[in-house]
């Protein structure tokens, strides 16, 4: 073990009263009783990733599982969908309240099944209660009738109606496992479906403590479904019930999920992979743009889709950036406490591990520079790894191109925005960027030639996602669709047009007397086809003319 400070010891909770690695029996067994399991089901093991010790024997979910939680998610929510949308909006706020109250013990439960460190942990507390206040005051105005312009004026009335697609499936990964969960499953329950929660084995307590908060605000029960297994076995299964399907992780697993989706007709919202660019204009405090630069590539331990992964660097800044990141970086805290002492936390699993680390070799093996980090620290835990910051990272590399969803950064010295943009866009993935310069015109600029779906000036990821009234989605590779914003309640909603012809039946007066005969389109199509054609056309120009869209 380590005597340097910045490495605290992991806590013994045999001798630390902050300890609590050991979690409550019966806590975890109220959790675990609302996955839809069939008698004597399997169960998998979860561990902590600080120390290796064994969390929760998980029970699993099978097919006919699935099958029957998306049975009993569509019978709720039929009642569901007839409530008006203030009342499901005041679920969504009223569970706003009770994440920030009760956060000290989601906050302990993310670190336990997650390993994040707590100001990170603390990320997916500030998320939910975001997107929660959004939608809970946002839903009634996002999902109202709205008119629009019909064929004839006046005598045509549109109306536009949203309605529920009816059951939600939500495949939510392990690093975000408060925010990527439950964050899709408050838009989808406020525009009136139910849903069917896929939650990362993993991570299951965490998603479990979610929808037993939503159920203390006052969600009835039965709405939220929760199913656990790994997607050979069950995920396709929840694909296959549900009516649009929410999911995050991986570019190779969306795919089959968006096509197995288009197969059935359904709606998908796909957030995938990213290899996230950072660029460093000639003009920035590089001491600014360092700082921002750490948080942008290290929130998490890099296990975020929107940290960043690529960092070019204008060659006039480039040695002086260079310095000041590097030293905030051999700066950061790593360790395993249940406190805000740690900047950063560990990985989550072995296998992760096991990725990171050849990433960092590879990158060696191939010519690389490792300018600080590169190891695992085992002395801290079984899965923590330093800080990595590389460069001369070759084209063949596999941290090139590959994303690899840890804290390794590589830096790129580049000669203009021209070359910075060419190469920031050389990627399949277009998740998200960040451009740091003084000059905001030209940050904007520069981030209107970036494919991305969002781009951050002056930040790294952090503004835009927070920004809960903006879509957040991914370009090329990284996905289909978006969170947040109306756009992503509108994927959880089908359309549907009302038009209504006035005149059809003529006016009458007193008693019924006819006063004008119909006017209705059926008594224009009446007529000669050379007649109405020709008056259709010349309607088409009087429109035109006037102004009417």
């Known amino acids: ?35 839809v399991v069939s008698p004597g089901a399997r169960t998998e093991m979860t561990f902590a990733p600080f120390t ?20 009993l998610a569509r019978a709720a929510q039929r009642t569901w969908a007839a409530r008006p949308v203030a009342e499901r909006a005041a679920v969504l706020l009223r569970l706003h ?52 312009g019909g064929l004839v004026p006046v005598l045509t009335q549109v109306r536009v109606r949203r309605h529920p697609v009816g059951v939600v499936g939500v495949i939510s990964p392990w690093n975000y496992p408060l925010a990527l969960s439950l964050g899709d499953v408050l838009p989808a329950l406020v525009a009136g479906n139910a849903v069917l929660l896929k939650p990362d084995t993993q991570t299951a307590l965490t998603a479990l403590w979610g929808v037993e908060q939503l159920e203390a605000a006052g969600l009835p029960a039965g709405l939220v479904q929760v199913v656990v297994g790994d997607g050979e076995s069950i995920g396709g299964a929840v694909v296959d019930a549900v009516d649009h399907v929410c999911f995050t ?64 660097v204008h060659e006039a800044v480039a040695d002086a950036f260079v310095v000041a990141f590097v030293r905030r970086v051999r700066q950061l805290v790593l360790g395993a406490g249940l406190d805000y002492q740690a900047d950063v936390g560990s990985l989550t699993t072995a296998a992760h591990l096991a990725k990171v680390t050849a990433h960092v070799e590879d990158a060696v093996a191939r010519g690389a520079t490792v300018l600080t980090g590169g190891t695992a620290r085992g002395d801290l835990g079984p899965l923590f790894f330093e800080p990595t910051v590389l460069t001369d990272v070759p084209a063949d590399a596999l941290a090139f191109r590959e994303e ?99 005149g059809a039946h003529g006016l009458r007066g007193p008693g019924g007397t006819p006063v004008l005969p119909g006017i209705g389109l059926g ?27």
């Open 97 to 148: 309240d009770l994440v920030l109250t009760q956060q000290s013990d989601i906050l302990d439960l993310l670190q336990l099944e997650s390993g994040k460190s707590r100001v990170d942990a603390f990320a997916e507390v500030a998320d939910i209660a975001l997107v929660a206040r959004y939608f809970g005051r946002r839903a009634g105005a996002l999902l109202a009738d709205r008119g629009v």
């Open 404 to 502: 690899t969803f840890g804290p390794v950064v590589a830096v790129y010295p580049v000669a203009s925005d021209d070359e910075a943009v060419a190469a920031m866009n050389d990627t399949e993935f277009g998740l998200t960027a960040s451009v740091w310069t003084r000059d905001v015109r030209r940050g904007r600029a520069i981030a209107a030639r970036i494919e991305a779906g969002s781009v951050n000036v002056n930040e790294g990821f952090a503004a835009s996602w927070g920004s809960v009234a903006a879509p957040q989605g991914g370009w090329k590779a990284s996905g289909l669709g978006a969170r947040h914003s109306a756009t992503g309640l509108a994927h959880v909603t089908r359309e549907q047009t009302v038009a209504v012809q006035r």
């Open 52 to 71: 290796g010790g064994p969390l929760a024997a998980v029970p699993l979910s099978t097919p006919d599982d699935v099958a029957r939680a998306a049975r």
């Open 249 to 312: 992780g991986s570019t190779a697993t969306g795919r089959i999920v968006g096509a197995q989706a288009g197969r059935r007709l359904v709606g998908a919202s796909l957030e995938l992979g990213g290899k996230n660019p950072l660029y460093v204009a000639d003009d920035v405090d590089v001491e600014v743009a360092a700082e921002g630069a750490v948080r942008a590539c290290f929130a998490s331990a890099g296990q975020l889709c929107v940290s960043i992964e690529r960092v070019y």
């Open 1 to 35: 073990m380590t005597s340097d400070p910045r490495h605290p010891q992991l806590i013994d909770p045999e001798t630390d009263p902050r300890a609590t690695y050991v979690l409550e029996p019966d806590d975890v067994r109220v959790l675990l009783d609302k996955i």
């Open 523 to 549: 008594r224009m199509y009446a007529l000669p086809a050379e007649q109405w054609t020709r008056a259709f056309t010349g309607a088409l120009r009087l429109l035109k003319a006037v102004g009417r869209a």
